[in-house]
């Protein structure tokens, strides 16, 4: 398997642009997860799924983030409009079963909003 | 929140030392999880370590648990260079992490 995937691996951007991110898990996983990481803040855990279905939602910043994952092997991060604060690296992760499993991460994406 | 916070932010040794690092917690948990984490990827699972048991071991690594202390600990035994990284712990049900502890090792 070739892991978690994330595309794309950095993404420079103007502030007001829509921004997507995005995570292809391991075949097979059925929980996902979205985390941001910054020095300010650490690694943030911002959603995560459970068989496709969002599960906590509460760590989203605000209504300019959004994620779905219309099907088992693929999920989207969107944020509109994008601002200069949003800049982080964006991790996806997945695991084979939410409580405690051990999680597989992708390699990030670095976001850049200029 | 279950998140784990790590302790100290940072540490800095010498290749052949050991390194510890701690790890404390708020709520009861059914268990816990070491990462590291080198500079620029993703995050990769190092041990996982149950309510139940009290110590693990894996190669160099020695993770203890105290459930009364609500604390845990990860010990490098005889360190490299290599091992540069940064460490986290998460808790089970929603794994949060905290803001790791960075461990630089000097050859």
């Known amino acids: 398997d070739a892991g978690v995937i994330q595309s794309p691996r950095h993404e420079v951007t103007e502030m007001g642009q829509e921004v997507t991110l995005r995570c292809k898990p391991i075949?097979?996983?059925?929980?996902l997860f979205w985390y941001r990481q910054t020095m300010m803040r650490g690694l943030e855990l911002l959603i995560y799924?459970?068989?496709?279905?969002?599960?906590?939602d509460s760590g989203m910043p605000e209504d300019r983030f959004s994620a779905k994952m219309p099907n088992a092997s693929f999920s989207t991060l969107k944020i509109q409009p994008s601002e200069p604060r949003d800049s982080a690296v964006y991790f996806c992760?997945?695991?084979?079963?939410?409580?405690?499993?051990?999680?597989?991460f992708g390699p990030g994406t670095r976001l850049t909003v200029l | 929140s279950q998140q784990g916070e790590e302790d100290p932010q940072a540490l800095s040794i010498q290749e052949g030392e050991n390194a510890t690092m701690n790890c404390s917690y708020k709520t009861s948990i059914n268990n816990l999880q070491w990462y590291r984490q080198n500079s620029g990827r993703g995050l990769v699972h190092l041990i996982l370590?149950?309510?139940?048991?009290r110590e693990k071991h894996s190669g160099r690594l020695r993770v203890t648990l105290d459930t009364s202390k609500k604390s845990s600990s990860l010990l490098i035994t005889a360190s490299r260079a290599a091992d540069t990284a940064s460490y986290f712990c998460a808790t089970d049900l929603i794994p949060t992490f905290g803001r790791g502890t960075s461990l630089i090792v000097h050859p």
């Open positions: 799924f459970n068989n496709n279905v969002p599960i906590d």
């Open positions: 370590i149950r309510s139940n048991e």
């Open positions: 075949s097979g996983h059925n929980s």
């Open positions: 992760a997945s695991s084979l079963v939410s409580g405690g499993a051990e999680q597989f």
